[in-house]
């Protein structure tokens, strides 16, 4: 960092002399790869400068980290994830901050019910973490209205881990119960009011017991959602029965969605299937009788022709077939 910002200074000094007729002979050109490595030095530069400027506006603005005891941090009012990581990814995660140490502060706001206390915007699954270990957490405290949290909260789960749609969807019914206005409610999980309308709609049609007994379902978007709900108007409490199997706990996420549908979904008629015989026990034809569709087929190795009369007689026995019906 020294060398680039005494290279720089260097270049940007002023000339003073003008060189020589020899020095402007004898001077080595500048290739071109030396001015894209001093176009780089100078964008490395700037970068430097605009890190150590917004971490200046931070320090003025209060956003300094501290260390907290873990025992003091309470969660966020509204839960915007469903638990359902597993327990060795959490270990693992939990590994990396035994080893490496918390490398992101989590953001907290003075508690305004209990003097000494602090409530969480986010940073919960690295709060959990150090209390296990028993080490102190370091945090950024700022004074935070209910709205500015939820807007953190839902900001920086969007930015380092996409919350699944219905994740998503229940936070912002939460929200919404809540009384936030749907203002803040885009602002939180920045979505347009069209998009958060059909969120909030699917998150209200399927029943929450159910939606937690399914869990993130991180590989599920909308339609499939909505495919749950439309059933759910048909077949009422069906889907306890659903989510009681045995083994249905174990079951990855997604997996345990797919088997709701499912269970809920109509069930196809097997088919039938019948040979038409003649009086001499020759087969003529087999019909396969479906949940919309009857499939004849003749054979013509036994009843050659026949086929082709059949489908010459088909408009009068169809006819015979009305006049009967409308008899």
């Given at each position: 960092?020294?060398?680039r910002?005494?290279?720089?200074?260097a270049?940007?000094?002023?000339?003073?002399?003008?060189?020589?007729?020899?020095?402007r002979?004898t001077?080595?050109?500048?290739?071109?790869?030396s001015?894209k490595?001093m176009g780089?030095?100078?964008?490395?530069?700037?970068?430097?400068?605009?890190?150590?400027?917004?971490?200046?506006e931070?320090l003025?603005?209060?956003?300094h980290?501290?260390?907290l005891?873990?025992a003091?941090?309470?969660?966020?009012?509204i839960?915007d994830?469903l638990d359902?990581a597993?327990?060795?990814e959490?270990?693992?995660?939990q590994?990396?901050?035994?080893?490496h140490g918390?490398?992101?502060?989590i953001?907290?706001?003075p508690?305004s019910?209990t003097?000494?206390?602090y409530?969480?915007?986010y940073?919960?699954?690295?709060?959990?973490?150090?209390?296990?270990?028993g080490?102190p957490?370091?945090?950024i405290?700022?004074?935070?209205?209910?709205?500015?949290?939820v807007v953190?909260q839902?900001?920086?789960n969007?930015e380092?881990?996409?919350?699944s749609?219905?994740?998503?969807?229940?936070?912002?019914?939460?929200?919404?119960?809540?009384?936030f206005?749907?203002?803040?409610?885009?602002?939180a999980?920045?979505v347009?009011k069209g998009?958060?309308?059909?969120?909030?709609?699917?998150a209200?049609?399927v029943?929450?017991?159910?939606?937690?007994?399914?869990g993130?379902?991180?590989?599920?978007?909308?339609?499939?959602?909505?495919?749950l709900?439309?059933?759910?108007?048909?077949?009422?409490?069906?889907?306890?029965?659903?989510?009681a199997v045995t083994?249905?706990?174990?079951l990855?996420s997604?997996t345990?969605l797919?088997?709701?549908?499912?269970a809920?979904?109509?069930?196809q008629a097997?088919?039938?299937r019948q040979?038409?015989?003649?009086?001499?026990?020759?087969?003529?034809?087999q019909?396969?009788?479906g949940r919309?569709r009857l499939?004849f087929?003749i054979?013509?190795?036994?009843?050659p022709a026949?086929?082709?009369?059949?489908?010459?007689?088909l408009?009068?026995i169809y006819a015979?077939f009305?006049r009967?019906?409308?008899?």
């Open positions: 960092m020294n060398k910002r005494d290279a720089l200074k270049m940007m000094a002023p000339i003073t002399t003008q060189p020589s007729p020899e020095d002979q001077r080595t050109p500048v290739k071109s790869g001015l490595a780089l030095s100078l964008q490395s530069l700037s970068q430097d400068a605009d890190e150590a400027r917004a971490l200046r931070q003025a603005g209060g956003d980290v501290v260390e005891d873990p003091l941090i309470d969660p966020s009012f839960r994830r359902d597993k327990a060795a959490f270990e693992a995660f590994a990396s901050i035994a080893e918390q490398q992101v502060p953001l907290v706001r508690s019910q003097e000494g206390r409530q969480v915007a940073g919960h699954r690295r709060l959990e973490a150090l209390q296990r270990l080490r957490v370091k945090a405290v700022k004074h935070l209205t209910d709205e500015q949290l953190a839902g900001r920086e969007l380092r881990r996409d919350l749609f219905i994740e998503r969807a229940l936070f912002a019914a939460r929200l919404e119960d809540h009384g206005a749907r203002s803040a409610l885009t602002a999980l920045a347009h998009n958060l309308s059909t969120m909030i709609t699917v209200r049609s029943p929450e017991e159910l939606i937690v007994a399914i993130p379902a991180p590989k599920v978007g909308r339609p499939r959602w909505e495919q709900a439309e059933l759910l108007t048909k077949t009422g409490d069906r889907w306890r029965q659903a989510i083994g249905f706990d174990t990855e997604d345990r797919a088997r709701v549908l499912k809920l979904s109509p069930r097997k088919a039938t040979v038409v015989k003649a009086d001499t026990g020759t087969p003529l034809a019909v396969v009788q919309d499939q087929t054979e013509e190795k036994s009843a026949f086929g082709a009369y059949l489908v010459e007689q408009p009068e015979a009305r009967r019906a409308d008899a």
